[in-house]
């Protein structure tokens, strides 16, 4: 069983695009469950929420609005891990993550199963699903709406 979580706070496009990309990257999903949250965002949410009703995964409201003064994300994600029946596998997805590669998912615990002293793994920031993102670029781009999508 593998559950994946994401959390949409006025990123409904990147949303709507993570979801489109997954689908088109996977040819059999091997998501068994997927929580998707939204904390009241203010962009416009039709077409995610359109696409996610579409495959099956609505988006439930998270308690939370725009306005928090706090990074909520952390607590949606323990509610994820703790609250939700046990599952073997947890994906924890930004919303603004993009699938460039087949399979990311099964490849991603296949390095889990064959590293048992592993608990978890990730994917590299990256623009073009290869290149680490250099730190220069991060650090001297703070606000990184033009260079958001991390490829994978």
Not at 27 to 42: F, G, K, V
Not at 87 to 108: M, N
Request: glycine content about 4%.
């Amino acid at each position: 069983m593998i559950r994946a979580i994401s959390v949409n706070h006025n990123t409904s496009a990147y949303m709507e695009l993570m979801l489109r990309s997954y689908d088109a990257m996977h040819a059999t999903s091997p998501m068994t469950e997927w929580i998707l949250y939204d904390n009241q965002s203010t962009d416009d949410t039709t077409q995610l929420y359109a696409y996610a009703a579409q495959r099956g995964t609505p988006l439930q409201a998270s308690g939370y609005d725009t306005a928090t003064a706090y990074n909520s994300h952390g607590h949606l994600l323990q509610r994820g891990f703790l609250l939700q029946p046990p599952t073997e596998y947890v994906v924890v997805l930004d919303a603004d993550v993009v699938f460039t590669q087949t399979d990311t998912i099964p490849r991603l615990i296949a390095e889990l199963d064959d590293h048992p002293e592993v608990w978890a793994v990730g994917v590299a920031p990256s623009w073009d699903g290869t290149t680490h993102i250099p730190a220069d670029v991060r650090t001297n781009n703070p606000d990184i709406c033009d260079a958001r999508l991390h490829p994978c």
